[in-house]
T-cell receptor
């Protein structure tokens, strides 16, 4: 059973360049999350989607960050222009949220292997 | 300000001994707590959880203890095995574990020495 698939695994780019990270959630999951891991702040939620609709993007650090989910099986996180302080590991995660629960419940997150981003 | 704190960035334990990983939180509204385990080059995976109505939850070699008055929880691994070497993240939620409200700590790297 395929888990959450992220690509690329590693991305090295120069400051000012556009970066696009990709995620394929587990089939049947209806909630998708983008996290960023840094040493100082641990895992931070950037944005999450329910049924392909962005629900909360309050964790997106700046307008340089944007995320889309055009369908249930694909999401992108884009950084334009990228800066050295964006260097981190970016994780995508998915879960199944029962309709009508309002997001209250102990749904377990399933994480991808992450994208290691280095902006020089 | 970090609402979930893991003050020990690393911990080294001998195989067979007990590993104790600690986590403190500041938000009294948190009522559900989780531990995730992360191996290098992999994403975190769910390990064990506890609701605020309990003070202990056990799953095999893993036990999580919750002290609400101290706003402290700990993960005990007994006996520790080399395969337990990983980064452990503590997480908390104010809404019964709602995944969109999970706040993670910075992680503790556990090294179990053979």
């Amino acid at each position: 059973d395929a888990g959450v698939i992220q690509s690329p695994r590693h991305e090295v780019t120069e400051m000012g360049q556009e970066v696009t990270l990709r995620c394929k959630p587990i089939s049947g999951h209806n909630s998708l999350f983008w996290y960023r891991q840094t040493m100082m702040r641990g895992l931070e939620l950037l944005i999450y989607f329910n049924n392909n609709v962005p629900i909360d993007d309050s964790g997106m650090p700046e307008d340089r960050f944007s995320a889309k989910m055009p369908n249930a099986s694909f999401s992108t996180l884009k950084i334009q222009p990228s800066e050295p302080r964006d260097s981190a590991v970016y994780f995508c995660a998915s879960t199944y949220r029962r309709p009508g629960t309002g997001g209250i419940g102990n749904e377990k997150l399933f994480f991808g292997s992450g994208t290691q981003l280095s902006v020089l | 300000d970090q609402q979930v704190k893991q003050n020990s960035p690393s911990l080294s334990v001998q195989e067979g001994r007990i590993s104790i990983l600690n986590c403190d939180y500041t938000n009294s509204m948190f009522d559900y707590f989780l531990w995730y385990k992360k191996y290098p080059a992999e994403g975190p995976t769910f390990l064990i959880s506890i609701s605020s109505i309990k003070d202990k939850n056990e799953d095999g070699r893993f036990t999580v203890f919750l002290n609400k008055s101290a706003k402290h929880l700990s993960l005990h691994i007994v006996p520790s095995q080399p395969g337990d070497s990983a980064v452990y993240f503590c997480a908390a939620s104010p809404y019964g574990g709602a995944t969109n409200k999970l706040i993670f700590g910075t992680g503790t790297l556990l090294a179990v020495q053979p």
